[in-house]
Nanobody
Framework: QVQLVESGGGLVQAGGSLRLSCAAS????????VGWFRRAPGKEREFVAA????????DYADSVKGRFTISRDNAKNTVYLQMNSLKPEDTAVYYC???????????????????WGQGTQVTVSS
């Protein structure tokens, strides 16, 4: 079992920054990959970024490349999503998720992730 809790969301102006945190407990943190997904009102859930078990491999959606950075601190059981140059279209509920089945990979499909947090709201005003 894995429990995930997101934090760090809020309201920010366009061009601003936020850092989301995903704190994990339960199963050994270094045994799974972690992804960030988001869901905007009226839209499908979409992949944002992912990091593998060691932190040595990461991947990003094209829409956030160059603006967002995912990282993990295995000593603190936490994954971070640093979001810079935020745009109104980044407004969404952001979720972190654990992929315990193939931790060496970074995967985009939300169906590959088996544990989810409750989400944190990010609102970017124009």
């Amino acid at each position: 079992q894995v429990q995930l809790v997101e934090s760090g969301g809020g309201l920010v102006q366009a061009g601003g920054s936020l850092r989301l945190s995903c704190a994990a407990s339960g199963r050994s943190f270094s045994s799974y990959a972690v992804g960030w997904f988001r869901r905007a009102p009226g839209k499908e859930r979409e992949f944002v970024a992912a990091v593998n078990w060691s932190g040595g491999s990461t991947d990003y959606a094209d829409s956030v490349k160059g603006r967002f950075t995912i990282s993990r601190d295995n000593a603190k059981n936490t994954v971070y999503l640093q979001m810079n140059s935020l745009k109104p279209e980044d407004t969404a509920v952001y979720y972190c998720a654990a992929d315990t089945r193939l931790p060496r990979l970074v995967r985009h499909d939300y169906e590959e992730y088996d544990y989810w947090g409750q989400g944190t709201q990010v609102t970017v005003s124009s």
